[in-house]
């Protein structure tokens, strides 16, 4: 079944298999904006870089069109490295400015859904607030 399709949840696989939920999905941005706040990297980097933060790691299309998408937004900028590689020149990704503020705003969306993933818990526990 596709990930992001209703369902997932109950597939054999979803509690054994590492995969990247729709919930998980979602954090790829901010994740991706933390690692280029430490330090500007290539996007294979940023890749492998996706686990250090206990993300499963997406696949590489998923983080491309996510980083194209944060340049369109100006959230990232990007430049040609054709001095770190034996092979053909890579990209080497930025943080903006712009980017500073919507890792700001990602800071406090999580700081909400944070405090909602506790309620929602609690009550699967079988807890009242």
Do not use: C, F
């Amino acid at each position: 079944m596709p990930r992001n399709r209703r369902g997932w949840a109950i597939s054999r696989q979803a509690a054994d298999q590492e995969r990247l939920s729709p919930l998980m999905g979602a954090l790829i941005e901010p994740a991706l904006l933390i690692l280029l706040k430490e330090k500007p990297q290539h996007g294979y980097t940023l890749l492998d870089n996706l686990g250090s933060l206990g993300l499963a790691t997406p696949h590489p299309s998923v983080v491309y069109r996510t980083l194209r998408d944060m340049e369109i937004l100006h959230w990232i900028d990007s430049q040609w490295d054709a001095e770190e590689t034996l092979g053909p020149p890579r990209r080497i990704y930025a943080l903006t400015d712009h980017g500073e503020t919507a890792l700001q705003n990602w800071l406090n969306e999580m700081g909400k859904a944070s405090e909602l993933i506790k309620k929602l818990s609690a009550r699967i526990n079988g807890q009242k607030e």
